[in-house]
């Protein structure tokens, strides 16, 4: 039997963060480690916890969802950012896909398809809400002209092919005849040389600049 997934939740609407909560807790295969109204100890939280999965509002009182994300990200490489919003325009989106989320998802989606998303982002991939999706797919769809070198390597590049294709590590893994540990490093080596901080901020900037032709 695989282990729960392990989350923390920030909300600050009382009300949806319990309805929430009392979902993830009722819910197999899923562990709330806590959720909290604000991100006044989330230094704390995430460095004793190290969650797989960070579920995160926007608009929080003191420290925003989005100045969160980095803090998340260097103190827990390895835990996943999901955030969940009533924020949908561009600017949010985008600074949230740079500062480290893996996955944007909206208010109005059902619980069903936030369970279904968290354990997507568990698994490597980056939910989104349609129309976020659409947004981004707009914002990137035209390629950079006079497209960069980045000096990625031939296994560099096979890797980066398959997370635009949104293939897994384990998938990766398998296809290439690597490690899941290996594919992780390959993966490290791309976001230095693409100078991004995510899986998502990677898979945007190959199809903005048309890097797996």
């Known amino acids: 039997m695989e282990a729960p997934i392990r989350l923390v939740y920030f909300e600050d609407n009382k009300a949806l963060r319990e309805g929430m909560s ?3 807790q009722a819910t197999p295969g899923f562990a709330l480690l806590g959720a909290f109204e604000n991100c006044k100890n989330l230094k704390e939280t995430i460095a004793a ?8 509002d926007i608009d929080m009182p003191g420290l925003s969802g ?9 103190l827990s490489p390895a835990t996943q950012v999901l955030m969940l919003t009533v924020v949908d325009d561009a600017d ?5 896909i740079r500062n480290g989320a893996s996955g944007y998802l909206l208010k109005n989606t059902s619980p069903a398809d936030i369970l279904t998303a968290i354990r997507d982002i568990h698994r490597g ?8 999706a659409r947004k981004v797919l707009l914002h990137f769809q035209q390629p950079k002209p006079g497209g960069e070198d980045y000096g990625l390597s031939t296994r560099e590049m096979e890797i980066l092919r398959g997370l635009v294709k949104g293939n897994s590590f384990k998938g990766m893994a398998d296809e290439l005849s690597i ?5 992780r490093t390959h993966v490290r080596h791309i976001y230095e040389k693409l100078q991004v901080n995510s899986k998502t901020e ?4 190959a199809l903005r600049e048309g890097l797996t032709r």
């Not at 490690?179 to 594919?183: D, G, P």
């Open 179 to 183: 490690s899941v540990e290996t594919v």
């Open 49 to 56: 916890w190290q969650p797989d999965v960070v579920l995160m």
């Open 92 to 96: 949010a989106i985008f600074q949230a």
């Open 66 to 74: 989005i100045q969160a994300v980095p803090i998340v990200k260097a």
């Open 125 to 132: 991939g980056s939910p989104m809400t349609p129309s976020v």
């Open 202 to 205: 990677a898979v945007l900037k």
């Open 22 to 24: 009392f979902l993830f």
